[in-house]
């Protein structure tokens, strides 16, 4: 890096690109300043006239670091050849180099993009990595050269493509650009064949992905802004997609002329002056729209992940600002890494508050001798509290930290994953097709996982391998395993011909005695599972669990800002003492529940937002311990309407074992005593993560056979009910209990990676559906007659051992 500060440090002026606080895209030239007493030209009194230079010439201040930084970084582009084993370059059939950078250039052609993607790996094994240690260092201050050194390769490599899609400069830099201009005859013959009439509608930008360090929102100082730097965090709201002016075109109301490319930060910005000679206009301006350019833009705020927390602090939040073709890639409730840059910008709800100036200036005038001391946060002198951090990100991708991957893995091959679904325009979790998401899981694996994976899909036995290595550090409860398995792998959501939407997650509910490890099932799950949500219900109001409308500070407008079922989106949400919440509340999660939709119609919004989760709920018998004696309403204080929405009731109850006792107070000294060592399961946490994600892409389907058993197997239940038997009400056994065996039946199927579901699976099933029913019968956990029985009434594993009890 030394190359760069040292050999040309005294020739630059660093007066032009400060670094301390950017408000917006740097300049590669300064405002000048005026003759009136060195007042900037948009701080002339309106009143006054500014009088005219005689040479209008200004003399431009030339960073040649800056310039020594875009030649290097266009020569990184066109050399650098990736490894082809792990190389998954976006091309199409007519590109045949083998150059990584230069592929993905014809690549934004073929697919009609302007973003070019940066691997910040790749930049590290340039010339010793000193060119990244100066981007990293001085982001914000070079990227005005690594945007024209992409314009000059896309000119060079696609010069159709940029002449169709030109990138116009700022007004400051045109008036200085002549020299510039004449050195190419391409980019000459490029600016000539441009009409009046041309719109710019893409702005080809860098994004860069793959920085080795990951900082947390609460470690952000001021001493990063300006940096490139990657950050961590769960988004909690998202904006709508609005247009940004970038580059605006101005027409003189006083001599019509016109100004364009009127370079925008933040804010709107019209020129100073007229550049016509006789003309002195400062104020009469007219946007032209046609001649403008506008990016998309979109607001997210993201809050740090739960386990970055520190104890007894509050979670920290940042605005984060896409811009391009990255908006609308993060959702509410996706853990996702951010990369770009820490900017400031006025904090707008700051402002707005009643004395509150736009600077507050220390009051010397007034001060008498009356000893009185200060009185409120003005009277210490402070200079300006109305300015906020933002993040300028330039890349958004999805956290795989809990999703299998090692982290060579995304340092290495994540690209692989990032350009297939870039380059198709595909976001990464809105792929549907099972042959293309078996494929991007594939992707985002290395060859040793991908051949551990193989071996796990063709061993035997494969299912109850799954079962015993989930949760290790709970002793025993095989069918509650055996359930939480099955949710994770979840079934197949369906839409009718009439567009009905048919669920396919499984609601699990555990009931239990205390110390029971109830809470430890909904923590491991919330630790295993990429996108899951742990909250309280005793601490969960109606809005906090499905959405609450909020007014936006900015903006005055009510939005819509996303519960605890939302953030779970295609997740699992786990409910913790689901019993203890008002009967209020858990009325406002029916809907949720069964037609995993959240209807609201609050402040003039009226919406429907999608909640399609799996709930996982643990909730505490009346008086602590359960009662045999008593039905399973009078054990639950749980409405039946919410009983019947759960497709599984696990009932755990303590009970004197000496056996049992004994293994149990083994393995929790061991776990004290030897740690990691006392838990030895057969797959690790990351194997099972990746064998699910690659399971969960599969979409099984009944055999013949397998649907005339599972109507015999109904049948057979609902015979059992009429007779007086398992279940003594006809309504034990209703739709929803065969809905629910055919959701095990796919998701065992899942579990298999099969695509047909055979008699065996249904079999299975049913087993799990009627032993949970006859071990409770067996217990005496009884439902009246008046009453409505949930779906499946539980089991209690410890007895499954003892059916004469």
């Known amino acids: 890096m030394s190359s760069f500060y040292e050999s040309d440090a005294q020739n630059v002026s660093r007066a032009g690109t400060p670094r301390a606080r950017p408000l917006g895209l740097p300049s590669e030239s300064i405002a000048p300043l005026s003759d009136d007493e060195g007042l900037a030209d948009d ?51 007519v590109v045949t180099t083998d150059k990584y950078y230069i592929a993905q250039i014809h690549g934004l ?159 709107y910005t019209e020129p100073t002056q007229c550049p016509n000679e006789s003309c002195g206009n400062r104020q009469g301006w007219r946007l032209d729209i046609r001649q403008s350019t506008f990016v998309d833009w979109q607001k997210v705020r993201v809050q740090e992940n739960s386990s970055e927390i520190p104890t007894g602090s509050m979670p920290r939040t940042i605005d984060v600002i896409f811009r391009g073709e990255i908006v609308d890639r993060a959702k509410a409730g996706e853990k996702c890494i951010f990369t770009g840059t820490l900017i400031v910008v006025p904090d707008v709800s700051q402002l707005g508050l009643p004395g509150v100036r736009p600077t507050a200036i220390r009051d010397n005038q007034n001060r008498t001798g009356d000893a009185n001391g200060v009185s409120g946060l003005k009277s210490l002198g402070v200079r300006d509290l109305t300015y906020k951090l933002a993040f300028l990100a330039c ?254 009731f696990f009932i755990i109850l303590d009970e004197c074992n000496e056996s049992v006792d004994r293994n149990l107070a083994e393995h929790i000294v061991g776990i004290h005593q030897l740690r990691d060592e006392a838990i030895l399961p057969e797959f690790t946490t990351e194997q099972l993560q990746r064998y699910i994600r690659f399971a969960q892409t599969f979409k099984p389907e009944f055999t013949p056979e397998a649907q005339d058993l599972l109507v015999k197997k109904y049948l057979e239940l609902r015979s059992d009910d009429a007779q007086g038997g398992i279940g003594r009400n006809s309504y034990r056994i209703t739709v929803r209990q065969l809905e629910s065996m055919i959701r095990l039946s796919e998701a065992i199927a899942k579990a298999n990676c099969v695509e047909e579901i055979t008699p065996n699976m249904v079999v299975e099933a049913f087993n799990l559906l009627r032993q949970s029913i006859i071990s409770v019968e067996k217990d005496d956990v009884e439902v009246d007659e008046d009453e409505e029985a949930p779906d499946l009434e539980g089991m209690n594993i410890d007895d499954l051992d003892n059916p004469e009890d």
Do not use: W
Not at 252 to 260: K, Q
Not at 486 to 509: F, H, P, V
């Open 43 to 93: 701080q002339i009194p309106n009143g006054k006239a500014r009088p005219r230079r005689k040479d209008r010439t200004v003399p431009k201040i030339e960073d040649t670091i800056g310039q020594y930084v875009q030649i290097n970084f266009e020569e990184f582009l066109e050399t650098f050849v990736e490894d082809t084993s792990s190389s998954s370059i976006p091309s199409s059939s």
């Open 395 to 648: 890349m958004v991708t999805p956290d795989t930290s809990t999703t299998g991957s090692s982290s060579s893995q995304n340092l290495s091959g994540q690209s692989a994953r990032i350009l297939a679904s870039l380059n198709q325009n595909i976001p990464n979790n809105e792929i549907d097709d099972g042959d293309m998401a078996q494929e991007a899981v594939l992707a985002s694996m290395s060859h040793p996982e991908i051949e551990d994976l193989r071996k796990m899909v063709h061993s035997d036995h494969i299912y109850s391998r799954l079962v015993n290595s989930l949760a290790p550090m709970v002793y025993g409860h095989e069918i509650v395993k055996k359930g939480l398995l099955l949710q994770l792998m979840g079934g197949l959501s369906k839409t009718t011909a009439e567009g009905m939407a048919l669920r396919g997650d499984i609601n699990i509910c555990i009931v239990g005695d205390p110390s029971t490890s109830k809470s430890q099932f909904l923590k491991y799950i919330c630790s295993f599972s990429p996108r899951a949500v742990y909250t309280s219900g005793k601490a969960s109001s109606a809005a906090g669990l499905t959405a609450a409308v909020v007014k936006d500070e900015e903006t005055g407008e009510f939005t819509i800002e996303a519960g605890a079922l939302m953030l779970a989106d295609n997740g699992i949400c786990a409910i913790d003492e689901f019993d203890k919440m008002d009967i209020s509340d858990q009325v406002a999660i029916h809907e949720a529940m069964e037609q995993q939709t959240i209807s609201i119609a609050k402040a003039g919004i009226q919406a429907t937002l999608n909640a399609r989760t799996s709930i996982l709920a643990a909730a505490n018998p009346v008086g602590g311990r359960y009662n045999r004696k008593t039905t399973l309403r009078a054990n639950i204080n749980m409405s039946a309407p919410i009983m019947s929405r759960f497709d599984l």
């Open 109 to 267: 052609k073929t697919y009609s993009l302007s973003t070019l993607y940066v691997d910040y790996t790749h930049i590290l094994e340039y010339r010793g990595g000193a060119l990244a240690e100066g981007i990293v260092e001085e982001y914000y201050r070079f990227l005005p050269f690594l945007t024209k050194g992409l314009h000059n390769l896309i000119a060079k490599y696609e010069p159709r493509y940029f002449r169709e899609h030109r990138q116009p400069m700022s007004s400051s830099n045109q008036t200085s650009s002549a020299a510039s201009r004449s050195e190419s005859t391409e980019q000459s013959d490029l600016q000539g064949n441009l009409t009046t009439n041309q719109q710019t509608d893409k702005l080809f930008a860098l994004a860069f992905y793959n920085l080795p360090l990951v900082s947390r929102v609460r470690h952000l100082r001021t001493a990063n802004i300006g940096q490139l730097l990657s950050i961590s965090g769960t988004v909690t709201r998202t904006s709508e997609v609005r247009p940004e002016l970038s580059l605006a075109t101005f027409t003189c109301e006083a001599c019509r002329n016109i100004v364009p490319n009127v370079e925008q930060t933040f804010r």
